[in-house]
């Protein structure tokens, strides 16, 4: 074991940024990124190498973009649940008038 290893996937010296590069310039045939949108190179591609290169910024600007996604989802769902509460006490106001006009109803026929 005194060879030097520079597998990085084997614990060598290399920064992940190297791999990364060294990642980006494989192109075995049948690469799994040809069936992606724009091909090897593409736009999907693209991001997916700048994700691995950066993992703490693309992360932040995917909490970024989806911010706004999840407050406008907590404001929905509250919308929501105000309004099923409010049906549901709509539908037992109508049920208890319906009852009580029913005995009356009963009161006044017998």
């Known amino acids: 074991m005194a060879e030097d ?10 920064s992940s940024g190297d791999f ?10 049948g690469s799994p990124f040809q069936n992606w949108p ?11 190498l ?3 290169k950066e993992p703490w910024q693309f992360c932040w600007y ?6 706004p996604m999840f ?19 709509d539908k037992a106001r109508k049920n208890k008038k319906k009852a009580n006009l029913s005995k ?3 009161g006044k026929s017998d």
Not at 5 to 14: A, V
């Open 5 to 14: 290893n520079n597998d990085p996937i084997l614990g060598g010296s290399e």
């Open 20 to 29: 990364v590069e060294g990642f980006a310039s494989i192109n075995p045939p």
């Open 38 to 48: 724009g091909g090897e190179g593409g736009w999907l591609h693209q991001i997916v």
């Open 50 to 52: 700048y994700a691995a």
């Open 62 to 67: 995917v909490l970024l973009l989806l911010s």
């Open 71 to 89: 407050c406008i989802s907590a404001v929905l769902s509250w919308k929501l649940a105000q309004a099923l509460d409010a049906q549901e006490k």
């Open 104 to 106: 009356v109803k009963k």
